[in-house]
């Protein structure tokens, strides 16, 4: 039972990326899934959810308009697509299924159970 997270990397300013939360062992469209991302010097910052019941989305204030948050059933994925990328995007993204995680990623919620997993670099130049 896993999440595996892929599509990392370093893009230019204004580009696009995106993120892919793929489920092992159980399916994801059973869970709330968050995006989390966590800068150099820089606290933990939840970045976007989509909730498990009507698929309801929140994103971060820093990255309304630019992000999408989606899900592939039929892949058992979850994707971050993140568009007009900025230089303070640049972070270790992370994806987490767990029935709180929307609680964790838009009120700040402390959750020790939740896990945030590996993690995967973005990096945006300037």
């Known amino acids: 039972v896993q999440l595996v997270l892929s599509g990392g990397g370093l893009v230019q300013s204004g580009g696009p990326l995106r993120l892919s939360c793929a489920a092992s062992?159980?399916?994801?469209?059973?869970?709330?899934v968050g995006w989390s991302r966590q800068a150099p010097g820089k606290e933990r910052e939840g970045v976007s959810c989509i909730s498990k019941s009507d698929n309801s989305t929140y994103y971060a204030e820093s990255v309304e308009g630019r992000f999408t948050i989606y899900r592939d059933n039929a892949k058992n994925t979850v994707y971050l697509q993140m568009n007009s990328l900025k230089p303070g995007d640049t972070a270790v993204y992370y994806c987490?299924?767990?029935?709180?995680?929307?609680?964790?990623?838009?009120?700040?919620?402390?959750?020790?159970?939740?896990?945030w997993g590996q993690g995967s670099q973005v990096t945006v130049s300037s």
């Open positions: 987490g299924a767990d029935p709180l995680v929307c609680a964790v990623v838009a009120h700040d919620v402390p959750h020790a159970g939740l896990d």
């Open positions: 062992g159980f399916s994801l469209d059973d869970y709330a």
